[in-house]
């Protein structure tokens, strides 16, 4: 209504100062005029997500169909300003005959019970009375029918023309893709997290309280070891998992008040006496070779090693019967010299009989997040029977680490 009031005022101005409404063709001339500016403004932006909203609640298309957000390429806004002008201009006629239509159809039903009707001149002569009394009527009828049809007619235009002029682009499916990846991929990064923290705490606490219980008559100064082993694990877990969780509150893995990312340098020690205060002993050889100390690995490289020694101290906890034998060193790799350095580490230990194994209630799901977290740096990790014991050997590349 706003274009077509403005080009009838121009279109008036242009015939001699005279009311477009007044005339038919000045009126449809108006209409013709309006719809160039309905499509330069269908051009902006917000044009889209406001279309897409009246489709999906009024036309019922699948959202699925339709894209999300203002129009971003000009090939985007074209097709927006097409769905637009199609809309207003389809509407501005349904609306017309909404107007003019039912008022008229009203009065040729009539005509048959208000005799004065008859006498009325509509001034077109294929609204004559000589057809007989029931002529208006029907007249009047089918006109309400080709309203309710032409009606009908739109709504379905609408529908299949909304997924192709308002669906998304190639531009916005590969945008959304990326940020279905991207979100895909924190939600592995907390579940891995999660897993490692929580998991490998809870499995170790479980055994130091098993062997407090067991030892609590016969040898008190084991008791109290296991006891504040138990204390130092789940304060440990608790400042972990307070990170992850300001990860998902925040979205900022920075945040000042998070407890730092647990590395190979500054807490493999303890990881490896947690381990022996639950019983399991843990044999453990260190050649950091080249770099000279663990604290000048890459940071990335340490945090990711450390959590795959967790993830194999805690399977070995939970399905292992013996000592643990782990062996970290880093040395050049294969291929040409100078070759890039490689952190490798070796884990293996006797796998407890099948009656004596903690049941299995996570489907893989921390050996398949260390291989994730390996394949992050270009790395791998295998793990499986080795003879008559269980290994696990990871292999994380170190050139172009961060610190």
Request: with cysteine; glycine share 12%; aromatic share 4%.
């Amino acid at each position: 209504m706003p274009y077509f009031l403005l080009t009838q005022v121009v279109v008036g101005v242009a015939a001699g100062g005279v009311n477009a409404l007044n005339s038919a063709p000045l009126t449809f001339l108006a209409y013709g005029l309006s719809l160039p500016l309905v499509a330069v403004t269908g051009l902006f932006g917000p044009v889209r997500p406001m279309s897409v909203t009246a489709v999906r609640a009024m036309c019922a298309v699948p959202g699925e169909r339709l894209a999300d957000g203002p129009a971003k390429s000009w090939a985007a806004r074209g097709r927006a300003s097409a769905w637009w002008t199609l809309h207003l201009g389809t509407g501005a006629l349904i609306s017309g005959m909404t107007l003019a239509v039912p008022p008229m159809a009203v009065m040729l039903i009539a005509v048959p019970i208000v005799g004065g009707l008859e006498d009325v001149r509509l001034g077109y002569g294929w609204f004559a009375t000589d057809a007989g009394p029931y002529g208006a009527p029907l007249l009047g009828i089918g006109l309400l029918a080709g309203l309710v049809l032409c009606a009908a007619g739109a709504g379905q235009l609408m529908a299949r023309t909304a997924p192709v002029l308002l669906g998304p682009t190639a531009a916005d499916k590969l945008a959304a893709a990326e940020e279905r990846a991207a979100d895909l991929a924190v939600r592995n990064r907390l579940a891995r997290e999660l897993h490692d923290a929580v998991g490998h705490a809870l499995s170790a606490v479980t055994l130091q309280a098993v062997a407090a219980r067991r030892m609590l008559e016969r040898d008190p100064e084991f008791v109290r070891e296991a006891l504040a082993a138990i204390e130092d694990t789940t304060r440990r877990t608790v400042g972990e998992l307070d990170a992850v969780l300001g990860l998902l509150r925040d979205g900022d893995p920075a945040r000042p008040d998070a407890a730092p990312a647990p590395t190979l340098g500054a807490d493999l020690d303890g990881l490896l006496a947690r381990t022996r205060a639950a019983g399991t002993a843990v044999t453990a050889h260190q050649d950091p070779g080249p770099v000279g100390d663990w604290a000048a690995l890459p940071a990335i490289a340490s945090r990711e090693a450390y959590r795959i020694v967790q993830e194999g101290l805690s399977n070995a906890l939970r399905h292992g019967a013996g000592p643990v034998d782990l062996r970290i060193r880093v040395h050049d790799g294969p291929g040409a010299r100078p070759a890039p350095r490689e952190l490798e580490i070796t884990m293996t230990n006797p796998p407890a009989a099948p009656d004596d194994r903690e049941p299995r209630t996570t489907g893989g799901r921390g050996l398949r997040g260390s291989a994730e977290r390996a394949a992050l740096l270009g790395g791998s990790v295998v793990a499986g029977p080795h003879g008559d014991l269980w290994r696990l050997r990871a292999v994380l590349p170190l050139a172009g680490g961060d610190r």
